[in-house]
Antibody
């Protein structure tokens, strides 16, 4: 059974870079059928997609965050990572990683995000 | 950018039918997915491709999509269905397509 697990610092200072990793177990991140994404949820608010990556390194980013976001993949470790630069208090949220279908040609938008990590809380504060 | 509009809250008595709407410009031309999120938990996909149910999701959950409104219907509502529900679509209207979520609807079982 595929499982995703987020990890990283729970506290980040303003203006610094938030770094998180999602470890995939029970399956291969190099599967040709999936994209791997990051989604966040500020306290008491809704879900916001940050971006997604294919095992080959192909990425899609939320235009509103694109200038500050880098998502990368390490197939040897079965992990993918998120870096969000110049963080402010508005970036305080629970960060989730999730899987959704796609191929080298792009995301299969008729399928949703079927496997999620449990989420990790990141607080931006000095 | 594409906007999905959901009612903030919906209330329903146990055993009745709950309908949660998701409004968007010509949303009927898009594939809509629905997620259930209980407090302190990660979202769970309950409907994809407008009306398909993932394995393990009860038949009480169904979906429809037409015109400017998609609807998640929960029949014979149970106390355990109390949760936040989010709709989602892929907005490919620009050179930079992206996933969009609705603002979420809190379902209260009376």
């Amino acid at each position: 059974q595929l499982q995703l697990q987020e990890s990283g610092p729970g506290l980040v200072k303003p203006s610094e870079t938030l770094s998180l990793t999602c470890t995939v177990s029970g399956g291969s991140i190099s599967s040709s059928s999936y994209y791997w994404g990051w989604i966040r949820q500020p306290p008491g608010k809704g879900l916001e997609w940050i971006g997604s990556i294919y095992y080959s390194g192909s990425t899609y980013y939320n235009p509103s965050l694109k200038s500050r976001v880098t998502i990368s993949v390490d197939t040897s470790k079965n992990q993918f990572s998120l870096k969000l630069s110049s963080v402010t208090a508005a970036d305080t949220a629970v960060y989730y990683c999730a899987r959704h279908q796609g191929s080298g040609g792009g995301i299969y938008y008729y399928y949703g995000m079927d496997v999620w990590g449990q989420g990790t809380t990141v607080t931006v504060s000095s | 950018s594409y906007v999905l509009t959901q009612p903030p809250s919906v209330s329903v008595a146990p055993g009745k039918t709950a309908r949660i709407t998701c409004g968007g410009n010509n949303i009927g031309s898009k594939s809509v997915h629905w997620y259930q999120q209980k407090p302190g938990q990660a979202p769970v996909l309950v409907i994809y491709y407008d009306s398909d149910r993932p394995s393990g999701i009860p038949e009480r959950f169904s979906g429809s999509n037409s015109g400017n409104t998609a609807t998640l219907t929960i029949s014979r509502v149970e106390a355990g269905d109390e949760a936040d529900y989010y709709c989602q679509v892929w907005d490919s209207s620009s050179d930079h397509p992206f996933w969009v979520f609705g603002g979420g609807t809190k379902l209260t079982v009376l």
